[in-house]
């Protein structure tokens, strides 16, 4: 079974920038897509971007394009997500997932990782 770890969560201040991690074990990330999910104080949670297993085809919701850049790290398993000019809209915790069958930010996803929180204060 797959089993997703996120990482790279923290505090940073507005206008930063912070890179999210997913790694895994149980598995090769390289035979799923991944999904960035979000989820902030109070809201529910939200697609923020996905890549496709070769990282050929990206998605992004508005709230990040612009600002965030989906990728893979070849070699060494993981996904990450590099985020710049920071608000504190950006704060929540957040989540990546698996997609096997690559239908993109909609999903659906199988597995899920526990987060990581991003706080972004002003």
């Known amino acids: 079974q797959l089993h997703l770890v996120e990482s790279g969560g923290g505090l940073v201040q507005s206008g930063g920038s912070l890179t999210v991690s997913c790694g895994a074990s149980?598995?090769?990330?390289?035979?799923?897509?991944i999904g960035w999910f979000r989820q902030g104080p109070g809201k529910e949670r939200e697609g923020v971007s996905w890549i496709s297993t070769t990282g050929h085809r990206t998605e992004y919701a508005d709230s990040g394009k612009g600002r965030f850049t989906i990728s893979r790290r070849a070699g060494k398993n993981s996904v990450v997500l590099q985020m710049d000019n920071l608000t504190t809209d950006d704060t929540g915790v957040y989540f990546c997932?698996?997609?096997?069958?690559?239908?993109?930010?909609?999903?659906?996803?199988?597995?899920w990782g526990q987060g990581t929180q991003v706080t972004v204060s002003s």
């Open positions: 149980g598995g090769t990330l390289d035979y799923y897509a």
């Open positions: 997932a698996s997609d096997p069958w690559e239908h993109g930010l909609r999903g659906p996803f199988d597995y």
